[in-house]
């Protein structure tokens, strides 16, 4: 086993993945610039046959959920033993899943997503079609990471340089992909699924909408 590249954030992540195009890939979900989810269909997008485990903190059961419908083929905790994540990397290297500790087979990560794909019900849009969904677009992230710091629509909307109106558009459209009610559960649901890092500086908008 050789590591081949190592990468603090997620941009440099899909640069190395793409220039190595390693077997396996160990994802961080709470990274500096980038939402680990993201950038592992950004990843798997580019290079299908590069296995992807996500590493995290955060045990969430529907986190688990949709970092395998957008290609991640282990879910593993950040606390899991050396030997486990050894025996994980082993396990999706000759083509099986690892979900919380077992190891899964074609046919019965099928059996899984059927059994939770009611509960955990994806909003598709034209930016995510079903087939590759991911919980929010680049954009839609952005913001939600404006909102998790606290700004208004009004700042918001000066910062990325767009109206308020658009800013609006987007937080609506966050609030029914999540299923809550108000810019401040939201938020909550972005610190919980360590997907904003408030010690982090905000990154550099984004062009376009």
Known sequence: MTVVGQAADGETAVYLA???????VLMDVNLPNANGL???RRIVGQLPETKVIILTGYDDAEQVYHALRLGAVAYCAKDVPPDGLLNTIHAVF???YVVNNQVLTDEEIGAWFQQRA?????????E?????????????????EFVTRGASNKEIAQRL????QTVKN???????KLRVDDRTQAAVYALRHGWVRLET???PAAAGE
């Open 18 to 24: 793409g220039e190595h195009q390693p077997d396996i």
């Open 38 to 40: 993201q950038v592992t």
């Open 94 to 96: 000759d083509g099986n």
């Open 118 to 126: 009611a509960r955990y019900n994806a909003y598709p849009t034209e």
């Open 128 to 144: 995510q079609p079903s087939g590759t969904y991911t919980p929010l677009s680049p954009r839609e992230m952005e913001i939600l």
């Open 161 to 164: 340089t767009i109206s308020e």
């Open 170 to 176: 987007h937080m609506t459209a966050v609030l029914r």
């Open 201 to 203: 500086p905000l990154p």
